[in-house]
């Protein structure tokens, strides 16, 4: 039983790792408002701050486009170049 505890808390502690590593903006400063980033394990997703103080919101790209950071908007995957994703001032 205790095997079982330690498993599910070390789960549980992966989870919580796994989720503010994927670049998403806590939007707690006004700077970010409005701001888009990227998300650090699906380039077909983004987020988007839209309110302060609220966590960013995940947006998908339309189907068949991922999301480049440096222009901001979606593209054709056959146009897409990753680039080490960089954090937002601050993290969810």
């Known amino acids: 039983m205790k095997a079982v505890f330690v498993l599910c808390a070390a789960l549980a ?9 994927a670049g ?3 939007c707690k400063d006004e700077s ?3 701001q ?3 998300h650090h394990f699906d380039p077909a997703k983004y987020w988007l701050c839209e309110t302060l103080g609220t966590a960013a919101t995940e947006i998908d790209c339309p189907n068949g486009l991922a999301y480049m950071h ?3 908007e979606c593209i054709p995957w056959a146009s897409y170049i990753w680039k080490k994703p960089e954090y937002p001032p601050t993290v969810a």
Do not use: H
């Open 24 to 26: 998403r903006s806590a």
């Open 32 to 34: 970010e408002i409005g």
């Open 36 to 38: 888009t980033y990227p």
């Open 70 to 72: 440096l222009l901001k």
């Open 13 to 21: 502690a992966f989870v919580v790792v796994v989720n503010a590593d």
